[in-house]
């Protein structure tokens, strides 16, 4: 592999265009093996796009929620894991950047380190989200912490977790701690068992935590349990219009390989149909987008509204990302069932949009119910 300097004068997409037949040469075997993506991650780290959502003054790229989310749409046209893997980095350095805009404490540290000694972030919200998998007990300086996190990202490789407890706190009551945790602290124990449908070269293995010492200074919010309160809904407004440009992006690749094959059939009336089905469900997802991150903005606060906008928009992009993958198929037809095929890798991973929270099916049960002015679905 060839790694060249990162190009300033190149937006981030022209530099993950660029990075593109790299990605994709090595999608197919890792998708084959299920092993990490990590030769796309040396072409990421020296192209300078992990520390793209690092303000420019501490040394990247200052990268906004709409920049990043453009950027892993990009990447997910060549290699759909590479693109999850690193968006959930992505999201994790733009809210550390969105804490230190607020000069809260801990925030500046991290974005240097990601800079200067190429840290990653590992994820776990989206198996904690409002009702975290394991547990906080208070002890003198800081908190024993265990549980078991599930669908943690490039965990292998990554520095720092970061990650969320329940803690049964003596005035408040349940109490949700977010924490930052080396994942090479004692008692951290990366497991090996990461073997699924798609997205398997995003080494999502799950990671144990056995009474493993937290300080307080490493504590970075505290929460209330079962609720997407104020933090939550910033988190969310950030980290999910990125992650839903990893989706669209792989359906994109899906009808790309579906334009070529439909060149083949010139006259189909079928065909003809399915490609403009596949055209206005991207479109439409496209635009639902768009407008979430209008939503957002560069610098997001808290607001219900928003959240609900960008559940709404993820659930968008996961109904036509599948729904366009399964048209593909039907038009690219036997050379797609192969294994190796770029659509047959799609029509797996696409797979994954489903799981993320809120859930499609909880999305709308959560509007419906803010439309109603009932109480919230996970209050």
């Not at 793209?52 to 040394?59: F, I």
Request: hydrophobic residues 40%; glycine residues 10%.
């Amino acid at each position: 592999m060839t790694i060249t300097a990162p190009n300033s004068s190149q937006t981030l997409t022209e530099r993950a265009a660029a990075l593109g037949p790299e990605l994709a040469s090595h999608a197919a075997r890792h998708d084959a093996d299920g092993t990490f993506v990590s030769e796309s991650y040396d072409a990421l780290r020296a192209a300078g796009l992990l520390t793209a959502a690092v303000p420019t003054e501490l040394g990247g790229g200052g990268a906004t929620i709409a920049e990043l989310t453009a950027l892993q749409r990009e990447l997910a046209h060549h290699c759909g894991s590479t693109a999850l893997a690193s968006s959930m980095h992505q999201h994790v350095v733009a809210f550390t950047a969105w804490r230190y805009r607020r000069g809260l404490p801990g925030a500046e540290a991290t974005l240097r380190r990601v800079v200067e000694d190429g840290i990653l972030l590992v994820s776990t919200g989206g198996g904690d989200y409002t009702h975290p998998r394991g547990d906080a007990v208070k002890v003198d300086g800081g908190y024993r912490v265990s549980g078991t996190k599930r669908f943690a990202s490039q965990s292998r490789h990554g520095t720092v977790l970061s990650t969320m407890f329940t803690y049964d706190d003596p005035e408040q009551g349940r109490r949700v701690l977010n924490m930052a945790v080396p994942v090479a602290s004692d008692g951290v124990t990366v497991r090996d068992n990461w073997n699924t449908l798609g997205m398997r070269g995003t080494a999502s293995n799950d990671i144990e935590l056995e009474d493993v010492f937290v300080p307080d200074e490493r504590v970075l919010a505290n929460r209330p349990f079962g609720v997407v309160d104020g933090p939550l809904q910033v988190i969310s407004s950030i980290a999910f219009p990125i992650i839903s440009g990893v989706y669209l992006g792989i359906a994109e690749a899906a009808y790309h390989q579906a334009r070529q094959a439909a060149a083949l059939k010139s006259g189909n009336v079928l065909v003809q149909r399915q490609v403009g089905q596949m055209k206005q469900s991207l479109q439409v997802a496209s635009w639902a987008l768009d407008g979430a991150l209008a939503a957002v903005g560069d610098d997001p606060t808290p607001s219900h509204e928003t959240y609900l906008a960008v559940m709404i928009a993820k659930a968008e992009v996961a109904r036509a990302g599948i729904e366009v993958c399964d048209l593909a198929l039907d038009v690219v037809g036997g050379p797609g069932f192969f294994r190796g095929a770029v659509v047959e890798r799609a029509y797996r991973d696409i797979r994954a949009a489903k799981f993320h929270p809120l859930t499609p099916e909880a999305t709308l049960v959560e509007t419906g119910r803010q439309e109603l002015g009932e109480s919230g679905l996970l209050q």
